[in-house]
């Protein structure tokens, strides 16, 4: 084993450490939920600038297992598996997109999109599912009984979990909503193998079954309340600033739904902070779906209160959550960076992932949500001109191609589709295909 050392603790400061291999998930003393908590002494042992070579000659190279970004960070991550206990599909490493002519056109041209829909099973799930799995995997190595790793999932949870369960041999569980992920979302899990159960009801409706079934059968939860996956998240955080020669944004914009990706994200800008990577923070915004908003609604009351909400079916199916639980992570991260939540609505989200699409990208309709806030942002004069602006895409684009087309067919509720771009059918016919042809260059760009 490492010299490193990372436990469970309460994010409320109960005392009490617990190892990372222990099956536990709320504090005992008070209920509310763990971190992992690293040996900060240790980790700044070694200086930042021996950190930052380590951590570039890893990066997207091929010694196992530290090409994936996420184990290239393995120290700062997740210190207590073994190596050959790893469950790898060497993620991270995504594409930073420079957005510049979008970027252009809405008054932000220092604007950056993290690509994190170029991981495995094609959203940035699989930084924290690597961990999860791998700690699972070493566990039973150590002579842990658990039957099988289950999740409740908006789609892309269960869609990573199925895949590196595979990869491990160890039986996977997901829980969906019926009728609620995109078919794309639906057969990952089924292709590879795992018991996928199509609840009727909704997401919050999973996450309840999920938590009873694993609480009485062996069975590890691999829900976000789990924190081990928020370590691997973390990354996208250090990831990006090793992309930016650790030169910190201004701005990073990331759609949330159950708060698990923007307290990672926070964490690991705070945790690079305190091993004096970098000496400020960047302004972190949490993007909301206007119909599943309950932390804006808690940040329009200075964080006082929380109430769960219903959440309405919104495009942005993977942040249809109105009970999330991640809430306490995700507002304790927000109030240190002074950060701020917004919203966007059905027709703003979709129309700015489509003003998006037109300059080259294809998003999915959770990073419309942080576009149209992004928009918002820049029309209030919070963004301008100077400022260097990161956008987090959650997942690929072609995951969700069910949205796209509804989009352009306008067929979306309570959406008036301003980019709708669909076929034009001709019969095969030199004359007819030239002449539709040129009149239509005529009005296009
Ligand atoms: C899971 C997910 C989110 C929301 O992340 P949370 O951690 O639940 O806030 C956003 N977009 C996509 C594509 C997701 O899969
Ligand atoms: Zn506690």
């Known amino acids: 084993m490492m010299k490193y050392r990372a436990w469970f603790q309460c994010i409320k400061g109960c005392s009490g450490k617990h190892e990372l291999s222990e099956i536990i998930y709320r504090c005992p003393k008070c209920n509310n939920l763990l971190e992992v908590v690293h040996d900060m002494e240790l980790l700044k042992q070694r200086s930042t600038a021996e950190w930052k070579e380590l951590f570039d000659t890893r990066y997207k190279r091929s010694s196992w297992p530290y090409g994936s970004s996420v184990w290239g960070k393995k120290e700062l991550v997740c210190p207590n598996v073994e190596n050959e206990n790893i469950v790898s599909a060497y993620e991270g490493g995504s594409n930073l997109f420079w957005a510049e002519r979008l970027g252009r056109e809405v008054g932000a041209p220092d604007l950056w999109i993290k690509q994190c829909g170029n991981n495995h099973t094609g959203s940035f799930k699989d930084l924290g599912i690597t961990v999860l799995v791998s700690m699972v995997k070493q566990m039973i190595a150590d002579g842990q009984k658990i039957n099988a790793v289950a999740c409740a999932s908006t789609g892309d949870t269960s869609a990573s979990l199925a895949a590196y369960c595979a990869?491990?041999?160890?039986?996977?569980?997901?829980?969906?909503?019926?009728?609620?992920?995109?078919?794309?979302?639906?057969?990952?899990?089924?292709?590879?193998?795992?018991?996928?159960?199509?609840?009727?009801?909704?997401?919050?409706?999973?996450?309840?079954?999920?938590?009873?079934?694993?609480?009485?059968?062996?069975?590890?939860?691999?829900?976000?309340?789990?924190?081990?996956?928020?370590?691997?998240?973390?990354?996208?955080?250090?990831?990006?600033?090793?992309?930016?020669?650790?030169?910190?944004?201004?701005?990073?914009?990331?759609?949330?739904?159950?708060?698990?990706?923007?307290?990672?994200?926070?964490?690991?800008?705070?945790?690079?902070?305190?091993?004096?990577?970098?000496?400020?923070?960047?302004?972190?915004?949490?993007?909301?779906?206007?119909?599943?908003?309950?932390?804006?609604?808690?940040?329009?009351?200075?964080?006082?209160?929380?109430?769960?909400?219903?959440?309405?079916?919104?495009?942005?199916?993977?942040?249809?959550?109105?009970?999330?639980?991640?809430?306490?992570?995700?507002?304790?991260?927000?109030?240190?960076?002074?950060?701020?939540?917004?919203?966007?609505?059905?027709?703003?989200?979709?129309?700015?992932?489509?003003?998006?699409?037109?300059?080259?990208?294809?998003?999915?309709?959770?990073?419309?949500?942080?576009?149209?806030?992004?928009?918002?942002l820049i029309k209030r004069g919070e963004i301008s001109q100077e400022h260097k602006v990161v956008v987090i895409s959650t997942a690929n684009g072609l995951k969700f191609a069910d949205f796209q087309l509804r989009y352009h067919e306008s067929r979306l509720p309570d959406v008036t589709s301003h980019y709708a771009n669909l076929p034009v059918e001709l019969p095969a016919e030199y004359e007819i295909v030239k002449n539709t042809i040129l009149e239509k260059l005529e009005h296009s760009f």
């Open 167 to 376: 990869m491990a041999g160890i039986q996977a569980i997901v829980f969906l909503p019926k009728h609620k992920v995109s078919n794309a979302q639906l057969i990952q899990p089924l292709a590879n193998g795992a018991l996928t159960v199509s609840l009727e009801t909704d997401f919050d409706g999973c996450m309840k079954m999920v938590q009873k079934i694993c609480s009485e059968n062996n069975i590890y939860l691999a829900n976000s309340m789990n924190s081990l996956r928020i370590e691997g998240q973390k990354t996208i955080s250090i990831e990006l600033l090793q992309q930016f020669d650790w030169k910190v944004p201004d701005v990073i914009i990331v759609p949330g739904g159950n708060l698990g990706n923007i307290s990672a994200i926070g964490k690991g800008f705070l945790m690079m902070r305190e091993l004096g990577f970098i000496d400020s923070l960047p302004n972190l915004i949490c993007a909301q779906a206007q119909i599943a908003n309950p932390l804006y609604l808690s940040y329009l009351n200075g964080f006082n209160e929380f109430h769960s909400v219903k959440a309405e079916k919104t495009a942005a199916s993977a942040i249809q959550i109105g009970d999330p639980v991640s809430r306490d992570k995700a507002i304790k991260i927000l109030k240190q960076f002074n950060g701020k939540v917004e919203q966007a609505s059905e027709d703003e989200l979709a129309n700015a992932a489509a003003k998006a699409d037109r300059t080259g990208l294809l998003n999915c309709p959770h990073t419309g949500v942080a576009l149209a806030v992004l928009l918002k």
